[in-house]
């Protein structure tokens, strides 16, 4: 069974930065689409971040230029760095590893508190 694992979230004043992390267990996911999605209180779950098994990524406009998402396929693991966080980017962050045949399986969450 696949299992992913996020870490990195926290408390953060606005102008700061996180480095989130997700851990697929179990199997590698060389060949996995893998995104980074948030959801706020009262909110819906949006895509934040997205990187193909080629390395394309594509990010939603609200953190272009401030987010970045890479992946590591020796350590298995994909990240999301966020810098100059601000409050409205106070959400659980999920990641969620999406395999070509569709099948997709998401994370537990962490969370990420940005203060003003």
């Known amino acids: 069974q696949v299992q992913l694992v996020e870490s990195g979230g926290g408390l953060v004043q606005a102008g700061g930065s996180l480095r989130l992390s997700c851990a697929p267990f179990g199997s590698i996911f060389s060949t996995s689409a893998m995104g980074w999605y948030r959801q706020a209180p009262g909110k819906q779950r949006e895509l934040v971040a997205v990187?193909?098994?080629?390395?394309?990524?594509n990010y939603a406009d609200s953190v272009k230029g401030r987010f970045t998402i890479s992946r590591d396929n020796v350590k298995n693991t994909v990240y999301l760095q966020m810098n100059m966080l601000k409050p409205e980017d106070t959400a659980v962050y999920y990641c969620?590893?999406?395999?070509?045949?569709?099948?997709?399986?998401w994370g537990q969450g962490t969370q990420v508190t940005v203060s003003s």
């Open positions: 990187i193909s098994s080629a390395g394309t990524t």
């Open positions: 969620k590893r999406t395999e070509r045949t569709g099948v997709y399986y």
